[in-house]
């Protein structure tokens, strides 16, 4: 399913209008019935408060106030605007509204807002015609809804929540429940917007389905598709040989969690390229790993002298891995440069690697075989020095970016993109990323394709944190690593069921 921004939501709804010839003002209906629908489940007994703005988006809720009260529903309506300005659409339920004879408040002043905790309160003020700074009174409005302790219920988008961002513009409603209309906007799904969101629920709105299906927009979820399934004539070498360069002083742990997690999500073969004086350390973390010793520079990270040894390993492996607890080591950094452009095969950078490979772009752009990046936030602001605002890490380092953090996004340089929706907050924990980049690197060399592997490796990295049954606060790296047996049966054999759910992230309603 595709995420849309604003724009492509409007264009959607103008070719549905125009093309298929469905009338906006039929859309605005079913939109109002599917909130409508999401009320009765959710909150049968409650009295409602809508709160409208000048909009279309106000125009559902005006719709929806119509339909609760001809189920004799206790509503009331506070509406803002000037209804000259109105749309026809929105201009056609206001006169409804005003003729049936709902309780209506327009342009009410303070002593006239009144919010109960315990009605509804149907937010309805700004949806994705958002495109400045909320302004000061619907910001003192929003306020007031956010602090009266009722339940709110967003039309489309949390009122204040960018569309394309999903950022708030200075404030925003924080919902309980948020219904999207004909698509998911991708303020609904990216962070932060989707804590603002709350549940979320999605209605086509009788979008017909090829105009759904057949969208060319380039922003997707990151759906579970089939794992390849291992050749049972197949040995340790045909399961995918991971070469892993990392370690340093204070830092065997990272390479150790990174081959550790290969060796779980199913590589036959991991080398792990580490300092000399760290090799006996590091087999005692996984002594699964091949160790090849390097030579060190006078503060015990990996020497320059390497290069060639590297370079050779390099090309009797599947997949490279570099980066993880090599340091900022003058020495170690001028190698890790050398080697980003000559790496005989596909590359994945992380920590360390991402430090050394920043504000060169051209270091990965130029290489021959494809580079995945995976980025935490304060290593992205490293790597887009030196970027234009409307360059992408993706486009510029010509790299698949894994863009970590909540709803992680992984970006492909031709715009494609696929929104994460695995995880929770108990995977930002240390080594949580050294294990990904070990699983990234293992999941390319046995998918199908490096962007599938990646698709994959992310999904499954965040199912382990949804399925670890302790508290949050006590999950580590390792425990990602000892639910992998686990998560990738359940992967494996479910992939289908999730995919339907949409891994229960996201509602349909007719
Ligand atoms: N045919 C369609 O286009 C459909 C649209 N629908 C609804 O229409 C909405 C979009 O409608 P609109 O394009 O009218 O936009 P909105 O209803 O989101 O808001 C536009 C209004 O808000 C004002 N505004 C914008 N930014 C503001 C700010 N920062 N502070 C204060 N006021 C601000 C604008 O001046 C304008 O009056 C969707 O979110 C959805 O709810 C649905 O009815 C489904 C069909
Ligand atoms: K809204």
Redesign the pocket.
């Known amino acids: 399913m595709k995420v849309l921004n604003p724009d492509e939501m409007?264009r959607m709804?103008e070719t549905?209008?125009h093309k298929y010839k469905v009338p906006?003002q039929i859309?605005?209906e079913n939109?109002a019935l599917s909130a409508l629908s999401v009320i009765q489940e959710e909150y049968p007994h409650h009295s409602v408060l809508l709160v409208c703005?000048?909009?279309?988006?106000?125009?559902?809720g005006l719709a929806l106030a119509r339909i609760l009260f001809s189920l004799e529903k206790d509503v009331e309506v506070l509406l803002l605007?000037n209804p000259d300005?109105f749309?026809k659409?929105?201009s056609q339920n206001y006169r409804a509204v005003r003729e049936i004879g709902i309780p209506l408040s327009l342009n009410p002043n303070d002593e006239e807002l009144s919010f109960k905790p315990n009605r509804l309160i149907v937010d309805?003020l700004?949806?994705?015609?958002?495109?400045?700074?909320?302004?000061e009174?619907?910001k003192a409005i929003i306020e007031r809804m956010n602090h009266s302790g009722a339940p709110i219920f967003s039309?489309?988008?949390p009122s204040g929540i960018d569309g394309t961002t999903a950022q708030p513009?200075g404030i925003s409603i924080r919902a309980d429940k948020t219904i999207c209309?004909?698509a998911p906007k991708r303020g609904n799904i990216l962070s932060p917007g989707y804590v603002y969101n709350g549940e979320l629920f999605c209605s086509r709105?009788s979008f017909p389905p090829p105009l759904i299906r057949d969208w060319p927009g380039k922003t997707e979820f990151n759906i579970p598709s089939p794992l390849i399934q291992r050749d049972p004539l197949g040995y340790k070498n045909s399961f995918g040989r991971i070469l892993i360069i990392g370690g340093g002083k204070n830092y065997q742990g990272a390479p150790a969690l990174a081959a550790q997690a290969a060796y779980r999500s199913g590589a036959g073969y991991v080398t792990a390229a580490v300092p000399q004086s760290q090799a006996s350390g590091f087999s005692a973390h996984c002594p699964e790993a091949v160790i090849q010793e390097l030579q060190e520079t006078t503060e015990k990270t990996i020497s320059e002298k390497n290069e060639t040894l590297l370079l050779d390993l390099a090309s009797k492996h599947d997949v490279v891995l570099m980066g993880p607890g090599m340091t900022g080591q003058e020495e170690t950094v001028s190698l890790i440069r050398k080697l980003i452009p000559l790496i005989p095969v596909p590359l994945v950078l992380d920590a360390d690697g991402l430090n050394a490979l920043a504000g060169s772009p051209d270091l990965t752009s130029k290489r021959k075989f494809q580079t995945v990046i995976t980025p935490h936030l304060g290593e992205q602001k490293r790597l887009r020095l030196g970027l234009t605002e409307d360059q992408s890490l993706e486009e510029r380092y010509g790299v698949i970016c894994v863009y970590k953090g909540p709803r992680s996004r992984i970006c492909q340089s031709d715009g494609k993109e696929y929104i994460n929706l695995t995880g929770n907050d108990a995977l930002g924990t240390a080594g949580s990323g050294d294990v990904l980049a070990g699983m990234v690197a293992t999941l390319i060399a046995t998918q199908e394709s490096v962007i599938q592997g990646v698709c994959k490796a992310v999904l499954l990295h965040g199912l382990t944190a949804e399925r670890y049954p302790g508290a949050r606060e006590s999950f580590t790296a390792s425990d990602i690593i000892e639910a992998l047996p686990r998560c990738l049966l359940e992967y494996k054999n479910n992939y289908n069921e999730m995919k339907q759910t949409f891994l229960g992230k996201m509602k349909m309603i007719p």
Request: hydrophobic fraction near 35%; proline fraction near 0%.
């Open positions: 409007r709804d549905c209008i906006a859309l605005m939109a703005g000048s909009g279309n988006n106000g125009g559902d605007g300005h749309s659409e929105t309805a700004l949806g994705i015609g958002l495109n400045r700074t909320v302004s009174k619907y039309l489309d988008i513009r209309f004909g709105i």
